[in-house]
């Protein structure tokens, strides 16, 4: 079996709103055909205005409830802004479902890695549509069919620790069924399935690091060029035991 390799694109500058990021992709690495470019969800959403401050937002009673005496009212203002629902609340924590369908800790609105000091990153308002955006620029730019995926890091249910995981995808095969495939002593799989994009998130981010500002990360030699949207990944409601 072959391998297939990881590595991050060194000396991205901080990105701003309008920023090329396929040019700044293109000028420090020559892709090729089956690549697969990961970007942090805080690189595109910079680049696309996705960027609040604490102080445009006026708290509602029911943020600064939640906030109580340990967070910061106006952020769970912005969070109780993007989430589509509250799944989960123990002050200051709050679980939310995303306008995307994803579950997940603050409706993913994040407060690290900021471009400044009072200011929040919110999700990319369709990341399935940014990654699509994204690789079409690289394909014009360089001729190459490449995939794209959009990740961010989430925390997992019965599981200790985070892990990144797509939110966007484009040009790569989002899960594998396994279903009706045998095993080595002939049992048939009923309902297996691989979440490819979700394991090649976290390839990515053992290569990139968490701290150390690398926003795109390159995977070569793994052909997993198919169809699919990261969007596509949640369970559905009818199927949630836990809803």
């Not at 079409?136 to 249910?157: M, Q, S, W």
């Not at 691989?194 to 981010?205: P, S």
Request: charge should be negative; glycine fraction near 10%.
């Amino acid at each position: 079996m072959s391998g297939f390799s990881v590595f991050p694109l060194t000396g991205i500058p901080e990105l701003r709103e309008g920023d090329d990021l396929a040019a700044i992709i293109v000028e420090r690495v020559e892709l090729e055909d089956a690549d697969v470019v990961v970007v942090v969800q805080k690189a595109i959403s910079k680049i696309e205005g996705r960027v609040v401050r604490l102080d445009d937002v006026e708290p509602s009673p029911r943020a600064i409830e939640i906030a109580g005496d340990e967070g910061d009212p106006r952020r769970v203002e912005w969070i109780l802004r993007e989430a589509k629902r509250v799944v989960r609340v123990r002050p200051p924590l709050v679980i939310c479902e995303t306008q995307h369908g994803f579950i997940c800790a603050s409706a993913g609105v994040d407060q690290s890695n900021t471009p400044e000091e009072g200011t929040l990153v919110l999700l990319p308002v369709d990341p399935d549509g940014s990654a699509v955006k994204l690789r079409d620029d690289l394909g014009e730019r360089t001729g190459r069919d490449v995939g794209v995926i959009v990740t961010d890091t989430f925390g997992r249910p019965w599981r200790q620790g985070t892990t990144d995981v797509a939110i966007g995808a484009a040009g790569v095969e989002v899960m594998r069924d396994l279903s009706g495939e045998r095993d080595p002593i002939g049992y048939e799989l009923k309902a297996t399935f691989i979440t490819i994009a979700d394991e090649i998130a976290g390839a990515a981010q053992l290569a990139s690091g968490k701290l150390d500002r690398m926003p795109v990360t390159i995977v070569r030699g793994l052909d997993v060029r198919g169809v699919g949207k990261a969007t596509d990944i949640p369970v559905p409601p009818e199927l949630d035991l836990f809803r």
